[in-house]
């Protein structure tokens, strides 16, 4: 059984952290990061099965309601859970009682429509949310609900608010979503995916004329926690010197987390051809590729002779390829230098892919092919790691992340993974290399949930909330040491 583990010895073993695409019923906003119109929620009420023996797994309670739910965390004072419904509803989970009980809304924080929800180690929690403007732009807006002193009550402010910046009025609208929390407080981590699939020109309808992605779009912000009303141009320079840019090259980082050795890790969702997500070691300065590079491959639309026609990625399953979003493209931007490559996947598990040469799926642990970093569509999220060291040697420090698209486990024919179930648990075995990247072993330990969009840990139960069916929140208990 291995664990993560540094090639030096000197280091501490560690787990990832992910991100994901989100989901969004209201067509008018497209809210949410992954899509409906590419991927179908589960509308059955399924019941997560462990692979091994030594798991177990109850319900504690379900959370349906017209507002769907898209985020669960725990407070770090006292492992008290809480989680967000679209609408900006934030719940408090009593695990005893099995039950939950309303403690925020909107006309506490003003923030009607979120996607991200983190807790800082004092205490104060921290929202992402976005509001849409007049000429088919948005916004990001980012509030911090701090402990009034003597109180276990919270006072919201703004903690930054984003200029406009112009939607694509497509699915790829991602827009601020992902949160965290640096382990020592001071800093917050937030995504802001991109506003096109795969780079390609977005315009509204003629709104703006060849316009792709912009400043504020398709990277990563790094801001202060005591920071107050902070202002996010749509200006990557000015951003830059503000000290606000953290990365660059992200698709959609829908979740991110620390490993116990302080690594920053964040999921990454594809686009809608048949390319590999990705899980990726966050470090400042760097840029990830998008849409250069995308899932440890070449988007084929930055080059001069390319033919969608010939292209076997292509799917007319996708809303993408549906409405000739991959063309010929002779203005593509040029590719910068020094892209970062995804973390590669071992296997056994989420590995597979489809070969460009001859459109077959393909397992790539099999055939001993690199590969980078898990099957296409499978949205990957909720990205946990056993930072207390309480599991069982196996898992002990590793790394844990949700799937959140329903899949085919025998073919490919769903808009989903192909030859790949999907909506499950993975273990994630991380080992150091160097000091250039990490590589992994994915392996499924519990499937059969209902679009799982995030998690939480506690010791050794992992929480893991749907988006589909019944909405609800499982215990995973995991073998201690």
């Known amino acids: 059984m291995n664990s993560i583990k540094s090639s030096n010895q000197k280091q501490r073993r560690f787990i990832s952290k992910f991100a994901l695409k989100s989901y969004f019923v209201a ?30 797994i109850r ?50 924080h003003n923030l009607g429509e979120t996607q991200g929800m983190a807790i800082g ?20 807006i980012i509030l911090k609900g701090e402990i009034k002193s003597g109180t276990e009550q919270r006072v ?29 407080g001071n800093f917050i981590y937030v995504n802001s995916g991109s506003r096109t699939d795969h780079g390609e020109v977005q315009s509204a309808n003629g709104l703006y004329p060849d316009t792709r992605e912009v400043g504020l779009t398709a990277c990563i912000l790094r801001l202060p926690t005591n920071g107050k009303n902070l202002f996010l141009a749509n200006d990557r320079a000015a951003l830059k010197t503000a000290g606000y840019i953290f990365a660059e090259g992200t698709r959609n980082t829908f979740d991110m987390a620390f490993a116990p050795n302080g690594d920053l890790f964040g999921t ?6 048949d390319m590999s997500e990705e899980l990726n070691w966050l470090r400042p300065g760097l840029n990830y590729g998008f849409p250069w590079r995308i899932g440890g491959t070449d988007n084929p639309q930055q080059f001069p002779n390319y033919d969608p026609a010939k292209d076997l990625l292509l799917s007319l399953k996708f809303n993408a390829v549906q409405r000739g979003y991959f063309r010929n493209d ?45 099957t296409s569509h499978r949205s990957p999220l909720g990205l946990v790691f056993d930072t207390q060291g309480v599991l069982s040697p196996e898992f002990n420090r590793d790394g844990f992340m949700l799937s959140f698209t329903t899949g085919d486990p025998t073919g490919e ?69």
């Open 156 to 184: 919201w402010s703004v903690l930054a608010k984003s200029a406009g910046y112009p939607k694509s009025r497509t699915a790829y609208d991602h827009r601020f979503n992902g949160v965290v929390v640096s382990p020592d």
């Open 268 to 273: 990454e969702n594809g686009p809608d051809r």
């Open 59 to 108: 319900n504690i309670t379900n959370t349906i309601s017209v507002s769907p739910s898209v985020r669960i965390v725990k407070d770090p004072r006292n492992n008290i859970l809480y989680y967000l419904k679209q609408n900006g509803d934030i719940y408090q989970v009593n695990l005893g009682l099995s039950n939950s009980r309303l403690v925020y809304t909107s006309s506490d």
């Open 413 to 481: 024919t769903l808009p989903g993974p192909f030859k790949d179930s999907g909506q499950d648990l993975l273990h994630l075995n991380l080992t150091k290399v160097g000091n250039t990247n990490y590589k992994l072993n994915a392996t499924r330990i519990v499937e059969g949930f209902s679009n799982p969009i995030d998690a939480a840990i506690i010791g050794n139960k992992i929480y893991v909330i749907e988006y589909g069916g019944n909405q609800g929140i499982w215990e995973i208990t995991m073998p201690t040491r």
């Open 330 to 374: 002779p203005t593509f931007p040029a590719r910068p230098v020094n892209l970062i490559e995804p973390i590669p996947n071992l296997g056994p598990d989420a590995d597979n892919f489809r070969d460009p040469v001859d459109g077959q799926v393909k397992d790539a642990s099999v055939l001993g092919q690199p590969f980078s970093t898990f």
């Open 27 to 56: 067509a008018k906003t497209l809210l949410f990061t992954i899509v409906l119109l590419n991927y179908g929620t589960t509308g059955v009420n399924a019941e997560p099965k462990a692979l091994r023996p030594d798991i177990q």
């Open 121 to 140: 180690p004092n205490g104060t929690i921290y929202l992402v949310g976005n509001a849409d403007l007049v000429n088919n732009q948005t916004k990001g």
